[in-house]
T-cell receptor, first 113, second 113 residues
Framework: ETGVTQSPTHLIKTRGQQVTLRCSSQ?????VSWYQQALGQGPQFIFQ???????GRGNFPPRFSGLQFPNYSSELNVNALELDDSALYLC????????????FGPGTRLLVL | QQPVQSPQAVILREGEDAVINCSSS?????VHWYRQKHGEAPVFLMI?????EQKGHEKISASFNEKKQQSSLYLTASQLSYSGTYFC??????????????FGKGTKLSVIP
């Protein structure tokens, strides 16, 4: 039990739609990162938020956007869904000290048809 | 920028040992190891910091060669529960004052009776 929760657990959308995934971090963890994990691959870094500001972004287009709220919750929004967006989406939170362990939530499995 | 893991897959009998390697082309501040079982989120195993400090699992050990940007995970006297995919994550400066954790493609470990 990592103290990081995500909702929903599974989601089916059609191409072109928009989706919002939610994450609740451990209390006190001001950094949240979002990852996309395709089948058989490692988690790919999407972006990272620290105290409600984006402070790092991977190689993902602008249609992937996020928000972080003061209550340790965050969102990942994906617009204009494509078939290749089908994946497990993971959020992970960590504390403020430089080398803190990052704890993953259970993930949201998104299927785009 | 993605760390390279080897081997891609390994099959062990219970009680045998294995080594999983991880190398990066970037200067690293730390290396993080995770294990992921099928359909589940990655679970933290160990973090190795510059300077030699380690934090993590009691029965699994690892090394971090800071000069070569390489890390190895040592699994001794393997148990059936060790089966899963092992990911190394490399924590490095990504620009604009931020750091990010980037994962390799994973090493699939199967332990058989």
């Amino acid at each position: 039990e990592t103290g990081v929760t995500q909702s929903p657990t599974h989601l089916i959308k059609t191409r072109g739609q928009q989706v919002t995934l939610r994450c609740s971090s451990q209390s006190g963890h001001n950094t949240v990162s979002w990852y996309q994990q395709a089948l058989g691959q490692g988690p790919q870094f999407i972006f990272q938020y620290y105290r409600e500001e984006e402070n790092g972004r991977g190689n993902f287009p602008p249609r992937f956007s996020g928000l972080q709220f003061p209550n340790y919750s965050s969102e990942l929004n994906v617009n204009a869904l494509e078939l290749d967006d089908s994946a497990l989406y993971l959020c992970a939170s960590r504390g403020d000290r430089g080398q803190e362990t990052q704890y993953f939530g259970p993930g949201t499995r998104l299927l785009v048809l | 920028q993605q760390p390279v893991q080897s081997p891609q897959a390994v099959i062990l009998r219970e009680g045998e040992d294995a080594v999983i390697n991880c190398s990066s082309s970037k200067a690293l501040y730390s290396v993080h190891w995770y294990r992921q079982k099928h359909g589940e989120a990655p679970v933290f195993l160990m973090i190795l910091l510059k300077g030699g400090e380690q934090k993590g699992h009691e029965k699994i050990s690892a090394s971090f060669n800071e000069k070569k940007q390489q890390s190895s995970l040592y699994l001794t006297a393997s148990q059936l529960s060790y089966s899963g995919t092992y990911f190394c994550g490399t924590y490095a400066y990504s620009g604009a004052g931020s750091y990010q954790l980037t994962f390799g493609k994973g090493t699939k470990l199967s332990v058989i009776p």
